[in-house]
């Protein structure tokens, strides 16, 4: 086995050249004779814009051109892409209501921040001072952002083309049997929880340096993004209407995605745009206060839910109705995320008969709503557990065995029997009782009872979380040997935003040509190099990039073949390839005579049409997987004040195969941080009345920090998926997808013994306070 292969804790290889600075993102390319552009926004979260006066702003000195949406109206461009609203019929069978966001609002404005105008000058800081010379006239209209009251019929309506503020009403599943499980019950449980909206907060903000040659009749644009070609193609085809061939887009590294940074922004356009129109590069930057206002956030549902139970506290059926809050355009995937992207993931790993799930989809004058960090399924994932712990304590089967009664029996693996989850591999039961053992569950009462004389409540919450990764999609790869440096180049289509994918794709390809780290060079990112790519999302990265990889590995080992028969004068059927123990060799079965696979490479270019040796590998993989596993978390809370403490944190998770146990156990904290903060505090809020951002900087918008969490113990059960070739189950997001049910419910256990019931995300020292002493105060 060579040293860097397959399952191997291996350093990620990629960090000495990001952590001396060799990192090259976004904002770290500059052009000759690049301008800078300005994005004028609106000060208004609704109003009609009665006029847009540029003469101050275009006589400013360094002032370059000043851009508004009526100019890119005549010019022909089209809208920012909002694809997934056709995928969306509602529950009479016609199309969901289609939403209209130019690249610049042209007669309304429907959020705080909504881009206006684009200023160009020679620096940033004139472009600055001249966007404060752009004058707009307003007439403000009434505004709505709260979710549930934008589907009250007495709202304000945002678009009046729709006749109210509802986008679509959805619904998937058998209604009249879930509604019949419920009448029949012997016991039903009901929940309102509220998923708290999130501003996405990506280390890295966006950027985009825009250029155009003219002699080719084509545009070049950097930006960090989560994959070049889908990018491409949404702003090609949607906005510029130019053939996608025109186009190039070219991503380094990233500085954090989480979904947001898939998406085609007016920003991209404009730069493009802008570039064609002044025969210079144009680049923009967003600082942070930007971003709050620009980017797209996540999550904001309301849900009523009701779990039905027999007799002995089995599920008979599941019906949820929920408000989802799609912002005041309908982003690329937003309609999407509520509906199609969490389907059936609300049954979780138990055996449901029946189940049905209403969405209504709401406009507010909001940023828009898209995917963030498991984009629907930690939705479904919260709203399932919370239903199950709360059913448990009702019941009086507590959280675990109510789990236990319901999950799909490892033995009946692969299961598929809907409307649960098609699974093909798991064990729940088994995850189960290792985090329980890892808990120190027996022990716990003890531990609650000593931490009450201090005056202090403690709580143990539960999760058994599943996702689901994408499929159904074709990922490409290449592989070129270059003979000046001996090393093998790789190209994938998948996009790194920081999850360690060149160290990946380097030990898988290590594993599959026997080849030192040092060896091999992972590149991504340039939507010339190859004819399309899956991007970066959906936790499908690890299967879809090395299952093209590992095409494009067998078809240059059989191409060597080829050439090291000729060479050693041997029949094609008798060559072998040797990738292993440190050797990279062509060798005639049964005998020592050999031949290098960089000096194959050398013949290769006297006897192929291509310069060396190369292949590319195509891979589509039609089956999911199914990450899952059981988290726990014990809080400690003071009674008097308020404050609490996260002093355990367990996680037992099923990825499958691991190709590398340190980089997932990265992957694992990352997400579960992500979804402590979401339960532990981050919260975006509006004001009602005037629906401005009152959570504007990280002044106002809480982030988790070091020393609000604990130490992670987290391990795994190596369950192989049987739905793709290296048996592995995608790691990204599964952490964002345990973690918040796993503290609300902890926390929920803590305060049941003071007569607390329900709390919502986010718990704060102040919330649980109030629930606390509220709670006491009724008591008395």
């Known amino acids: 086995m060579v040293k860097f292969g397959v399952g191997q804790s291996v350093r990620r290889v990629e960090d000495d050249r990001l952590i001396t600075g060799g990192g090259r993102y976004a904002d770290d390319f500059r052009a000759p004779g690049q301008a800078y552009m300005v994005v004028v926004r609106s000060p208004y979260a609704h109003a009609k814009i009665l006029s847009v006066d540029t003469e101050s702003a275009r006589e400013a000195p360094g002032v370059l051109d000043v851009l508004t949406g009526q100019e890119l109206q005549e010019a022909g461009l089209g809208e920012v892409s909002n694809a997934a609203v056709a995928l969306i019929k509602q529950r009479d069978g016609s199309p969901a209501f289609k939403t209209t966001r130019h690249v610049l609002a042209v007669d309304r404005v429907r959020h705080a921040g909504d881009a206006i105008a684009a200023v160009i000058a020679e620096s940033e800081a004139a472009a600055r001072d001249a966007a404060e010379l752009v004058m707009i006239d307003f007439e403000e209209l009434p505004v709505v952002v709260d979710t549930e009251k934008a589907a009250d019929p007495s709202s304000p309506v945002i678009w009046e083309e729709a006749g109210s503020n509802l986008a679509y009403d959805w619904g998937k599943g058998d209604e009249d049997a879930a509604r019949a499980a419920i009448a029949n019950a012997h016991h039903v449980t009901k929940l309102k929880l509220i998923n708290n909206r999130i501003v996405v907060n990506a280390m890295e903000p966006r950027a985009a340096l825009g250029m155009y040659d003219k002699e080719q009749d084509r545009y070049t644009l950097h930006v960090p993004s989560q994959g070049v070609h889908g990018l491409r193609d949404r702003i090609a085809n949607d906005t510029l209407k130019i053939p996608p061939e025109k186009l190039r887009v070219i991503t380094e590294d990233v500085g954090g995605g989480f979904g947001m940074k898939t998406f085609a922004y007016p920003e991209y356009p404009l730069v493009l745009y802008a570039a064609k129109k002044l025969g210079r590069p144009v680049k923009w930057t967003a600082d942070r206060a930007e971003s709050f206002l620009s980017d797209t956030q996540g999550r904001d549902h309301v849900t009523e839910a009701q779990l039905a139970l027999d007799a002995d506290g ?47 989809a709401v406009l507010t004058n909001t940023v828009p709503v898209d995917a963030y960090r498991g984009a629907g399924r930690p939705e479904a994932s919260y709203l399932i557990e919370r239903l199950m712990d709360q059913a448990g304590h009702e019941t009086g089967l507590g959280p675990i065995e109510i789990r236990r009664r319901n999950f799909i029996p490892a033995e009946e693996m692969p299961y598929n029997q809907k409307p649960s989850l098609p699974f093909d591999s798991g064990d729940f039961n088994r995850n189960l009782n290792d985090a329980l053992a890892k808990a120190d569950y027996e022990a716990f009462e003890k531990r609650r009872a000593e931490k009450a004389k201090d005056g202090k409540l403690l709580g143990l919450g539960l999760c058994y979380y599943v996702e689901r990764t994408a499929a159904g999609m074709s990922e490409f790869a290449q592989l070129a040997v270059d003979v000046e440096t001996n090393v093998v180049h790789a190209y994938t289509g998948s996009q790194t935003n920081g999850q360690g994918h060149e160290t990946v794709w380097t030990q898988f390809i290590s594993s599959r040509l026997g080849l030192d780290a040092d060896q091999i060079v992972v590149h991504s990112g340039d939507s010339d190099v190859l004819p399309g790519g899956a991007g970066t999302g959906g936790s499908k990265a690890v299967y879809m990039a090395t299952g093209a990889l590992g095409v494009a590995s067998d078809t240059l080992i059989e191409k060597g073949k080829q050439i090291a028969a000729n060479e050693l004068e041997a029949a094609v059927a008798d060559i072998e390839y040797r990738g292993a123990d440190g050797e990279a060799v062509f060798a005639v079965v049964g005998t020592d005579k050999r031949i290098d696979l960089f000096e194959v490479a050398r013949k290769a270019e006297g006897q192929t049409d291509s310069a060396a040796l190369e292949a590319a590998g195509e891979y589509k993989e039609a089956g999911n997987s199914y990450p899952n596993g059981a988290h726990i978390c014990e809080v400690e809370i003071d009674r008097d004040t308020g404050d609490f403490e996260i002093t355990r944190y367990i996680a037992v998770d099923d990825f499958g195969h691991v190709i590398n146990p340190m980089i997932v156990a990265g992957q694992v904290h990352g997400g579960i941080v992500q979804g402590l903060g979401q339960a532990m505090g981050e919260r975006t809020v509006y004001d009602e009345e005037s629906g401005q951002l009152l959570t504007g900087s990280f002044q106002d918008y809480w982030m988790p920090r070091a020393d609000d969490l604990p130490f992670f113990d987290t391990s795994y059960n190596e369950i192989p998926s049987k739905n793709n070739q290296l048996g592995v189950k995608g790691a990204g997001e599964a952490g964002t997808v345990g973690a918040p049910s796993a503290f609300i419910n902890a926390i929920l256990d803590a305060l049941r013994v003071a007569g607390v019931e329900n709390i919502d995300m986010p718990v704060t020292p102040y919330s649980l306070w109030k629930a606390l002493h509220g709670a006491e105060e009724k008591a008395a």
């Open 314 to 360: 089995r599920i008979l059926g599941i019906y949820i109705d929920t408000i989802a809050n799609l912002g005041a355009y309908q982003s690329q995937f937003g309609a999407f995320i509520p509906t199609l992207a969490p389907r059936d993931m609300q049954a979780g790993v138990y055996k449901v008969p029946a189940i049905y799930n209403h969405v209504r």
